[in-house]
């Protein structure tokens, strides 16, 4: 639909303007910047309020999108990425000095995620790169179920890009690649 292509190229250029996008995922509002501007890196952090030393999330279209993070990964773990996604599967992958320190936190690893989202596979294919995703609340706050939760929560600090949530009941599962640990079920 031409709509939809329309309201992603605004989207698109917010976030290459350093805009702060909230965007609907599998299970609840997320919001994102571009992985790689420190600005709205630093800005995600502030305005939820979270602690900087957590890390955020990658989200992507496609596993492709994700290569430049995932280089020097062996073939049996790339196989098990694959393997969960897309989906709502987030994993805990070695940082190979790619990931910026706000986006990695205080650990070694980053969390990423391939979305089945049809919107977010759009936005990161129009973006041609994957997006920070972090649930659309301020720290202890339960995550916005709805465009209206995000305006209510951060008025016209975000870009909107509105849509439905995908169905999921609650956030992504994230495992730890190397260990294989369940830390978030």
């Not at 919107?119 to 339960?142: H, I, K, M, T």
Request: with cysteine; glycine share 8%.
């Amino acid at each position: 639909m031409q709509e939809t292509a329309d309201r992603i190229a605004d989207a698109v250029a917010a976030l290459r303007r350093g805009a702060l996008l909230a965007y609907p995922t599998e299970a609840v509002w997320g919001l994102g910047c571009d992985p790689d501007d420190d600005a709205a890196l630093a800005r995600l952090i502030a305005l939820k309020q979270r602690d900087p030393a957590k890390g955020l999330i990658l989200i992507a279209g496609d596993m492709d999108q994700l290569e430049p993070w995932l280089a020097g990964l062996d073939a049996s773990q790339r196989a098990r990425l694959a393997e969960s996604w897309p989906g709502p599967n987030t994993w805990l992958v070695p940082d190979n000095g790619r990931a910026r320190p706000l986006l990695r936190g205080e650990h070694t690893s980053l969390a990423v995620r391939v979305s089945d989202h049809p919107l977010v596979r759009q936005l990161c294919a129009a973006f041609s790169g994957p997006l920070v995703s972090s649930s659309a609340n301020r720290a202890g706050e339960p995550p916005a179920m709805s465009a209206a939760d995000v305006r209510a929560a951060f008025g016209e600090a975000v870009t909107l890009l509105d849509g439905a949530l995908g169905g999921y009941a609650r956030p992504s599962t994230i495992r730890d690649l190397q260990s294989g640990e369940t830390l978030r079920r």
